[in-house]
Structure formats: structure tokens, C-alpha cells
């Protein structure tokens, strides 16, 4: 969700912080400082030489590198700082990163306290402007109210696009994006993802994740070609003893792609190199309903070693696979009614 920080060799000792010549005081404090109280000191005493951004982004570091004490004083010194609370902009940045504080500790409570608070203050600034549109989104994604989300975040990318804030229109993008694949809407899911895949790409910076969602996106909207184009420069994940998730998960768009292009020799040797014991529970379904389409595809010619192998795995993921293969269990249980209790139809769960 937020920019990767750039790591420069800190010089000092651990705790000191004192400024090394050749980096300037900002970026060493917002990226490099390790105390808290440190960081506070130095810009509480000439806060009109920094922005608020210094100790966001610092808030940011210790938090996301497992140093949430020092995330805490850093918040706690802000609020107690005479200086701070006269400086402009500095009181709208504390209550916005407040909230996210809250948010990504799930007190939705607390964080929608904060987003209250935020929105009494007038402020012009507009990285904060930004800052407080994602926050807001997030709070309501994470509350699964998607529409209000879906109208946060969208609020936030127009202005990042007015502002021409790359960094904002990618992450705006991502999570328009994200939004969208939820409610199936596949074509705003692959404009958004593509969106900020064109950012990365002019960065020359490559994001796997994003990459595996807009192959998704795309392979929901038949674009099969094009999938496999962008799926292809994951090369590592698609090593085939590579059983990490992103390994397994790049994997099965990609198995997903051979079967909609019908290449199913290709198929079943990627469906053959994952040990099914090894995926998450999250990704078991999509490959059953990989399989399932490779089978039918293949003129159900394995179908029977396949139920007897994964019979209680289907009916434990039968809310996915019904998503992802409802088509062709339809054609089966034309067939053969006794699929429909096969695959656990007359005892329908939610499991997934």
C-alpha cells in the first residue's frame, strides 16, 4: 500500500541520530532515524523547516518493520508537542496518520474517531488531501461497506490525477481495482490494474501481486492472449518446484490461461508439479476448479481418478468451485444427476 522506503546506510549510533552529511535531515529522519524521540526533538524544534510528511513517513517505517513501540512514542510525543500543534498542517497529518494508526490495528472504532476528527479540519495540503481520501476508502474496504469505498477511493484517484501524483493514482488504482474483481466487474478491475501497472512499468519497478490480478482480471474477460503475456514475466513463480504462494497462485492463472487456449499437455504438466498438500487453504479451490476445467476440456477422460482423489476436498470448496466451474458441473450433472450429490450440490456450504 505505501511507498517502499529507500534503505541508506545509517552511520550513526543506533539511538543517536545525529545527521550524516551527506543526507539531508529530512529524508535521514523520515527514512533512516531509529528513535522516535529523536525525530520529535529535532523537528519540534524548527518545525517550519519540515513537512508533516517527515513523521509520517517515519510512523510508516517503524510500524511496517515490526517496531510498533517506537510507532506509538512517535504519535504520543507528536500530540504532546506545544511547537507541533501551532505548526500549520502539522494537526491534520497527526489526526490522519491517527487513524491509520488504528486502522491497521482493527479499532475501526478509534480510527473512525480519527477520520471525524480529520474531517473539522480545514487544510489545503495536497498530499494529505490524498492521504485522508485512502484512509477513508480503507476504513470503509476493511469494513466491507464497498460502495462507500469504492466512492472514497474513487474521489481520491481523480484528484491524484489532477495533481499528477503518480504514487497516488497507483495506489488509488489498486484498490479501485481490487474493489471491482470483487463485484466481477473485470473490466473496471483490468482499466484500474492496468492503470497502475503503466506507472510501475515507467518506474521500471515490477509489483508481482498486481501482475497476478490484472492476469486475472483479464483471463475473467476471455483475454486469454493477453493474460499470458503478463503472466510470462513472472518467470521465477513459474519454475515448477516453486511452492511459495505467489509461486503456486502465479501458477494457476497460468494453468488457467492454458486451458481457456487449449493447450493441455502444458496444463497438465503445471497441474502435475503442485502438491496439493503444500497449497494454502486459500488457493485449494481455484485449483480444484483448475482441474476441473483441465478434465473437462479433456473430454472428462480423468474425471474418476480425480473424484476419487479429492471428493471431501471439493465438497469442503464447493462455494468457489461452483463460482469458478458452475458451467461445466451444470453440464455433468445433465449427464449424471448423481454429481449433484457427488460434488456435495444437496448440501450446499459457505464454507470458502
Known sequence: MFRKLIQIAIVAALFACQQDIAISDSKYLAENCQSADSIIDRVSENPQQYKPSVLSNALIRFYFKGHKAEARTLLSRWKQSESLKKAPNFAGFLVTDLGYFHLWENQLDSCNYYIKEREKIKMQDSLNQLAFF??????????????????????????????????????????????????????????????????????????????????????????AVEAKAFLEQLSEELILDNMEYQGILTKLNYIDVLNNLGHLDSTRRFLTSIDYSKIPNSLQGHFLSSYLNYIKYSNWVDLAVFLEEFETEIKRHQTIILTKFGGGLVKLVEQDPRYFEVFGLDTLSSVE
Open 134 to 223: 485512502n484512509l477513508k476508502g480503507s476504513y470503509f474496504y476493511v469494513g466491507a461497506d464497498l460502495r462507500q469505498a469504492q466512492i472514497e477511493f474513487l474521489k481520491g484517484f481523480t484528484l491524484a490525477r489532477k495533481y499528477k501524483a503518480n504514487s497516488y493514482i497507483e495506489q488509488f488504482s489498486v484498490n479501485m481495482g481490487a474493489i471491482a474483481f470483487e463485484q466481477n466487474q473485470f473490466g473496471s478491475a483490468s482499466y484500474y490494474f492496468s492503470n497502475a501497472y503503466a506507472i510501475l512499468k515507467a518506474d521500471n519497478r515490477k509489483n508481482n501481486v498486481l501482475i497476478n490480478n490484472l492476469a486475472a482480471s483479464l483471463i475473467n474477460e476471455d483475454k
